[in-house]
């Protein structure tokens, strides 16, 4: 319990520099509401009008000093590096809050605001289902990928990792979250392209929590059966995930490529690399997710005959296979 405490502690005073940062800089233009119309920054100090006139850049600085070292820097203190799998889930809702607030901000209201509920939501989501994961646990454990990449480069992690585990991951989420600069960056009429990306980006939403949560029943029911002594259900392929091998992660990719749909209704096509790229790296994942289920003997067969019935992304109708399916052990 002290040990899920002080974490909560630490995840909850790490982003405090950048918070108390950003709002020093805000209050600066609430005492000086004339600067940001005449473009007079005279009785500013040049680090407040560099902040001022480079939003995007100020994004990233405070990403960098905040998340890439301070997190680093608590991650190697305590041999694990959980917190950005926690703040994956939050990092999108700040930045989105940044954009909308920034004296350079400029947008259609109502999508501004669809926008930054939108985003609530799916952080909500997320965020319940990392903590739904981890027996409501604060920092249980880090992403097995690091685990991996761990041993894999043994005593080199330490300084490897700020790159592969921090920095990699900054230029991953300014990325997908560039539609989030982008909305609040042009005023225009709120049409009924925006109607369509918001009803892609709640769809998402939706399937990621229902294909999350048959998963964790899935999980949990089977932790219950080896408990028990009784035989486990080796493949999930009800619900969501009769239709699709990885129903979660398509849900998570229509959110972002809903999200590229209100940028690009803003004339940003090329904020499209973001959501393309991390459809990339999800289909990466999703060879890695699919290696290491083969490598469980016991469910090994099972599940080539699941990849061989069932779709792996978008959901569809299973095709005929003529092997027989043991679905327990």
């Not at 407040?48 to 000093?65: E, G, R, S, T």
């Not at 901000?105 to 909500?124: D, G, H, M, P, Y």
């Not at 690399?273 to 990339?280: F, Q, R, V, Y």
């Not at 016991?298 to 061989?308: E, H, I, P």
């Amino acid at each position: 319990m002290a040990v899920n405490i002080r974490k909560a502690v630490i995840a909850f005073l790490v982003p405090l520099p950048s918070i108390l940062f950003y709002l020093s800089f805000l209050g600066q233009f609430r005492d000086h509401p004339s600067i940001t119309a005449s473009g007079d920054g005279n009785s500013l100090s040049p680090l407040w009008i560099w902040c001022y006139q480079h939003p995007l850049l100020l994004a990233n600085a405070l990403f960098f000093l905040n998340v890439n070292l301070i997190f680093w820097i608590i991650g190697l203190l305590q041999s694990s590096h959980w917190m950005i799998d926690l703040y994956w889930t939050v990092i999108p809702l700040l930045l989105v809050h940044f954009f909308a607030t920034h004296p350079l901000a400029e947008c259609n209201l109502l999508r501004s605001r669809l926008v930054i509920f939108l985003t609530l939501i799916w952080s909500i989501r997320l965020t319940h289902n990392y903590f739904r994961r981890e027996n409501w646990q604060w920092g249980a454990r880090e992403d097995w990928r690091f685990t991996d990449m761990q041993r894999q480069y043994g005593k080199n992690w330490w300084w490897v990792s700020f790159f592969a585990v921090y920095l990699s991951q900054q230029v991953f989420l300014m990325g997908i979250c560039m539609p989030l600069y982008v909305v609040h960056s042009k005023n225009k009429l709120f049409d009924i392209w925006d109607v369509v990306a918001s009803l892609i980006c709640l769809a998402g939403i939706i399937i990621a929590y229902y294909a999350d949560t048959q998963l964790h029943t899935f999980v949990s029911r089977n932790n219950e059966l080896k408990r028990l002594g009784q035989p486990m259900v080796l493949i999930l392929d009800k619900g969501l995930w009769q239709y699709s091998r990885h129903p979660n992660y398509f849900g998570e990719q229509l959110w972002w490529w809903g999200l590229f749909i209100f940028a690009w209704n803003l004339d940003f096509g090329w904020s499209f690399i973001g959501a393309l790229i991390n459809s990339m790296c999800l289909a990466y994942v999703t060879v890695l997710v699919e290696r290491r289920m083969l490598e469980l003997e016991y469910r090994a067969d099972a599940y080539r005959q699941y990849q061989k019935t069932t779709s792996v992304w978008i959901p569809w109708f299973k095709t005929t296979y003529s092997g027989g399916k043991d679905k327990k052990i």
